[in-house]
C-alpha cells in the first residue's frame, strides 16, 4: 500500500483530511501526521512515505523549506501543497521542487480525491518504470557472461561485424595487448556420429569432451578461452607472454596429449591444427581460418570435399574456406528465431557462388552442412529439428532434386521460414524464461550458499521439476552449472590478480577457502596458489 503523511497546524485539517481520503480505494495508509515543518522532516524521515501532503505556512519551518531540505537529502516522494497560502515567490519555489499539485483551502472532498486519485497513478506508473528498468538489469546481467563468451566467439570465427567489447572484457583486452596469441584447432572425424554419448546425450558430450581438452592442453598453457565453433569442430585461443619460443616439439606434445585423452575417455579420433603466433588478438579470426586450411583432405573430416580431384572439379569450393563465419551467423540467428537474419546469411553464402557452374554434390553438401547448423543450433536451446517437419522429411532427397544455386537457396530459406514460425517456440520459450530466471538469481547470489531448494522456495515450483528443465534446456545439471559458473569466475579473478584468495573464494560463495582450493584444483588441474604462481611466472 502507499503511504501518505499530512503535515498541518491545524487540528481540523487534519482530522478532516483523515476522514476524507478514501483510504482503501486509493490502495494508501495513513502513516503518520505532524504540525510543522522541523517535525514534518522528522517524521517523513522515520516513515519514508510515497506521498507527503502538507501545508506551506507553518510555525518553526514552513512546508516549502522542508521539502527542499527533503529534496536536498534525495527524497523521491510525491508531494501534495495544501494551503489557502498564495505568492507568487511560493508557487515559483513550488515548481521547482517538484510538487506534484496544489490544493487550495478550503478543498472539496471531489476534489481532493480526484488529486490523490492522480498522484497515485503517477507513483504506480514511477514503480512500473523501475521495476522495468530492474528486470532490464537483471536480464542484462544475466546475459553478461553469455554476451562475453559470445563476443570472445565472434572475434575468433570472424563474426564480430566490428561491434564494441563487453565493458566487462576491457580489463582483459588490455591483458592481451600484452600478449601473443595463436589456434589450436580441434575437428572431430565423421567417427563422432557413431559415439554413443553423442547420440544419448549431446549436452553430457560437450561438457566431457570441454573438460577432457581443456585438462590435457592446462598442463601447457593456462591462459585461453575454450570455444564450441559447431558440432564438428572447437577451437582454443590461447594467450602466451610475448617473446614466447613456439616450438614445434611443444605443438606435438599438445596434440598428443588431447589427441589420446580423447580416445581413452571418450573414444573418439580427432585432427589438430593449429595456426602462427599473432601480437594482435584482433586478426585472430586469419589465425582461424590458418588453422582451418592446415586441415587435411581426408574423406573422415567433415565440411570439406571428398577428394583432391573434388576439390579441384568445384573450384575448391571457396565458400568452405570460411562456412565457420557463415555457420556461426546462421546459428545465431536460428536460436533467435531470427528468420531475416538467416535469410540473409543463406542469400549472402549462395551470392558468392553465382559465379561458380552449379555443381549438385557441393550444393546438397552445402545445404547439409547449413541443415546440420541449424540441427544443433536449435537443440542446444532444447528443440529437436524433426519435430517442426513431417515424418516423411528427407533433407537429402529435398537438396538433391535442386537444379541451381537459386533454387538450393530457396529451399533452405522455405526450411528457415518454417522453422522460424513453428509453434514449439511457445513450450520452449516458458522452459527457456525459467532458466533465465534461475541462473538470473545465481549471478545476484553467487557469493552466497546457493542451492536448489533456495530456487525452488524462490520460484515456487518444485526442486524436482526445477532440475529437469534446466538440464533440458541448459545442457548441464543446476549442480555442475553453478560450480562451473563459480569456477569460471574465480580462475577470472585469478588472472586479474587484484585478489586474495580468501576473498576470491567469499566472492564466489565458499566460506572456507580451504575446500575452495581444492576444489578449484579438481575443475582446473591447478590449486589457486599454484596458478597465481604460473600467471606470475608468465608475465
Same mark, same amino acid.
Given at each position: 500500500?502507499?503511504?501518505?503523511?499530512?503535515?498541518?497546524?491545524?487540528?481540523?485539517?487534519?482530522?478532516?483530511?483523515?476522514?476524507?481520503?478514501?483510504?482503501?480505494?486509493?490502495?494508501?495508509?495513513?502513516?503518520?501526521?505532524?504540525?510543522?515543518?522541523?517535525?514534518?522532516?522528522?517524521?517523513?524521515?522515520?516513515?519514508?512515505?510515497?506521498?507527503?501532503?502538507?501545508?506551506?505556512?507553518?510555525?518553526?519551518?514552513?512546508?516549502?523549506?522542508?521539502?527542499?531540505?527533503?529534496?536536498?537529502?534525495?527524497?523521491?516522494?510525491?508531494?501534495?501543497?495544501?494551503?489557502?497560502?498564495?505568492?507568487?515567490?511560493?508557487?515559483?519555489?513550488?515548481?521547482?521542487?517538484?510538487?506534484?499539485?496544489?490544493?487550495?483551502?478550503?478543498?472539496?472532498?471531489?476534489?481532493?480525491?480526484?488529486?490523490?486519485?492522480?498522484?497515485?497513478?503517477?507513483?504506480?506508473?514511477?514503480?512500473?518504470?523501475?521495476?522495468?528498468?530492474?528486470?532490464?538489469?537483471? &536480464?542484462?546481467?544475466?546475459? +553478461?557472461? %553469455?554476451?562475453?563468451?559470445?563476443?570472445?566467439?565472434? #572475434?575468433? *570465427?570472424?563474426? $564480430?561485424?566490428?561491434?564494441?567489447?563487453?565493458?566487462?572484457?576491457?580489463?582483459?583486452?588490455?591483458?592481451?595487448?600484452?600478449?601473443?596469441?595463436?589456434?589450436?584447432?580441434?575437428?572431430?572425424?565423421?567417427?563422432?556420429?557413431?559415439?554413443?554419448?553423442?547420440?544419448?546425450?549431446?549436452?553430457?558430450?560437450?561438457?566431457?569432451?570441454?573438460?577432457?581438452?581443456?585438462?590435457?592442453?592446462?598442463?601447457?598453457?593456462?591462459?585461453?578461452?575454450?570455444?564450441?565453433?559447431?558440432?564438428?569442430?572447437?577451437?582454443?585461443?590461447?594467450?602466451?607472454?610475448?617473446?614466447?619460443?613456439?616450438?614445434?616439439?611443444?605443438?606435438?606434445?599438445? &596434440?598428443?596429449?588431447?589427441? +589420446?585423452? %580423447?580416445?581413452?575417455?571418450?573414444?573418439?579420433?580427432? #585432427?589438430? *591444427?593449429?595456426? $602462427?603466433?599473432?601480437?594482435?588478438?584482433?586478426?585472430?579470426?586469419?589465425?582461424?581460418?590458418?588453422?582451418?586450411?592446415?586441415?587435411?583432405?581426408?574423406?573422415?573430416?567433415?565440411?570439406?570435399?571428398?577428394?583432391?580431384?573434388?576439390?579441384?572439379?568445384?573450384?575448391?569450393?571457396?565458400?568452405?574456406?570460411?562456412?565457420?563465419?557463415?555457420?556461426?551467423?546462421?546459428?545465431?540467428?536460428?536460436?533467435?528465431?531470427?528468420?531475416?537474419?538467416?535469410?540473409?546469411?543463406?542469400?549472402?553464402?549462395?551470392?558468392?557462388?553465382?559465379?561458380?557452374?552449379?555443381?549438385?554434390?557441393?550444393?546438397?553438401?552445402?545445404?547439409?552442412?547449413?541443415?546440420?547448423?541449424?540441427?544443433?543450433? %536449435?537443440?542446444?536451446?532444447?528443440?529437436?529439428?524433426?519435430?517442426?517437419?513431417?515424418?516423411?522429411?528427407?533433407?537429402?532427397?529435398?537438396?538433391?532434386?535442386?537444379?541451381?544455386?537459386?533454387?538450393?537457396?530457396?529451399?533452405?530459406?522455405?526450411?528457415?521460414?518454417?522453422?522460424?514460425?513453428?509453434?514449439?517456440?511457445?513450450?520452449?520459450?516458458?522452459?527457456?524464461?525459467?532458466?533465465?530466471?534461475?541462473?538470473?538469481?545465481?549471478?545476484?547470489?553467487?557469493?552466497?550458499?546457493?542451492?536448489?531448494?533456495?530456487?525452488?522456495?524462490?520460484?515456487?515450483?518444485?526442486?524436482?521439476?526445477?532440475?529437469?528443465?534446466?538440464?533440458?534446456?541448459?545442457?548441464?545439471?543446476?549442480?555442475?552449472?553453478?560450480?562451473?559458473?563459480?569456477?569460471?569466475?574465480?580462475?577470472?579473478?585469478?588472472?586479474?590478480?587484484?585478489?586474495?584468495?580468501?576473498?576470491?573464494?567469499?566472492?564466489?560463495?565458499?566460506?572456507?577457502?580451504?575446500?575452495?582450493?581444492?576444489?578449484?584444483?579438481?575443475?582446473?588441474?591447478?590449486?589457486?596458489?599454484?596458478?597465481?604462481?604460473?600467471?606470475?611466472?608468465?608475465?
Amino acid at each position: 500500500m502507499w503511504k501518505i503523511v499530512i503535515i498541518d497546524d491545524e487540528d481540523k485539517v487534519l482530522r478532516g483530511m483523515k476522514r476524507i481520503v478514501p483510504w482503501e480505494a486509493l490502495n494508501c495508509e495513513w502513516s503518520g501526521e505532524a504540525k510543522n515543518g522541523q517535525q514534518g522532516l522528522e517524521l517523513i524521515r522515520r516513515a519514508q512515505p510515497d506521498l507527503v501532503i502538507t501545508d506551506v505556512y507553518m510555525p518553526v519551518k514552513n512546508g516549502l523549506d522542508m521539502v527542499e531540505e527533503l529534496r536536498n537529502e534525495g527524497y523521491e516522494g510525491r508531494v501534495v501543497i495544501l494551503s489557502g497560502y498564495s505568492d507568487f515567490e511560493y508557487a515559483r519555489k513550488a515548481m521547482r521542487l517538484d510538487i506534484d499539485d496544489y490544493l487550495s483551502k478550503p478543498a472539496s472532498r471531489s476534489t481532493i480525491e480526484e488529486v490523490l486519485k492522480n498522484v497515485v497513478a503517477r507513483l504506480e506508473e514511477r514503480t512500473m518504470e523501475k521495476l522495468q528498468f530492474l528486470e532490464l538489469r537483471k &536480464k542484462v546481467q544475466l546475459y +553478461e557472461p %553469455l554476451i562475453e563468451k559470445e563476443w570472445i566467439k565472434s #572475434i575468433v *570465427t570472424g563474426t $564480430s561485424m566490428r561491434t564494441d567489447p563487453p565493458e566487462a572484457l576491457q580489463p582483459r583486452l588490455k591483458q592481451w595487448e600484452k600478449q601473443d596469441h595463436f589456434i589450436i584447432l580441434i575437428t572431430y572425424t565423421n567417427q563422432l556420429e557413431e559415439s554413443r554419448l553423442f547420440q544419448k546425450d549431446w549436452y553430457l558430450f560437450r561438457f566431457a569432451a570441454g573438460n577432457v581438452i581443456k585438462e590435457a592442453v592446462r598442463q601447457w598453457f593456462v591462459d585461453f578461452e575454450f570455444i564450441e565453433c559447431h558440432t564438428h569442430q572447437t577451437a582454443l585461443f590461447v594467450h602466451v607472454p610475448k617473446g614466447f619460443q613456439d616450438e614445434e616439439n611443444t605443438r606435438e606434445s599438445v &596434440k598428443q596429449e588431447v589427441k +589420446e585423452s %580423447l580416445r581413452i575417455y571418450l573414444h573418439l579420433d580427432v #585432427i589438430i *591444427t593449429f595456426s $602462427s603466433l599473432t601480437g594482435n588478438w584482433e586478426d585472430i579470426h586469419t589465425s582461424t581460418k590458418e588453422a582451418i586450411e592446415h586441415l587435411p583432405l581426408r574423406s573422415d573430416v567433415p565440411l570439406l570435399p571428398e577428394s583432391k580431384e573434388e576439390a579441384d572439379d568445384t573450384g575448391g569450393l571457396p565458400v568452405l574456406t570460411d562456412s565457420m563465419e557463415w555457420n556461426q551467423q546462421l546459428s545465431s540467428a536460428i536460436r533467435y528465431a531470427d528468420e531475416e537474419k538467416a535469410c540473409t546469411v543463406i542469400d549472402g553464402l549462395f551470392e558468392k557462388m553465382q559465379n561458380e557452374p552449379f555443381h549438385q554434390p557441393s550444393a546438397v553438401h552445402l545445404g547439409i552442412e547449413m541443415w546440420t547448423m541449424m540441427t544443433y543450433a %536449435l537443440f542446444d536451446i532444447g528443440i529437436r529439428i524433426r519435430d517442426m517437419f513431417p515424418e516423411h522429411f528427407d533433407i537429402y532427397s529435398v537438396l538433391s532434386r535442386q537444379q541451381s544455386w537459386e533454387g538450393t537457396a530457396s529451399e533452405l530459406k522455405e526450411i528457415v521460414l518454417n522453422i522460424c514460425h513453428h509453434q514449439k517456440w511457445d513450450e520452449n520459450l516458458k522452459h527457456r524464461q525459467l532458466v533465465e530466471q534461475m541462473t538470473a538469481f545465481v549471478q545476484e547470489r553467487l557469493h552466497e550458499n546457493i542451492t536448489l531448494h533456495d530456487l525452488s522456495d524462490e520460484l515456487f515450483i518444485s526442486r524436482n521439476y526445477l532440475g529437469k528443465i534446466f538440464k533440458k534446456v541448459a545442457g548441464e545439471s543446476f549442480k555442475d552449472y553453478l560450480t562451473r559458473v563459480r569456477m569460471e569466475k574465480a580462475n577470472n579473478m585469478i588472472q586479474e590478480g587484484h585478489y586474495l584468495i580468501y576473498e576470491i573464494a567469499e566472492r564466489v560463495g565458499y566460506g572456507n577457502p580451504a575446500y575452495f582450493s581444492s576444489l578449484f584444483k579438481k575443475y582446473t588441474g591447478y590449486t589457486p596458489s599454484e596458478l597465481i604462481q604460473k600467471r606470475t611466472v608468465g608475465q
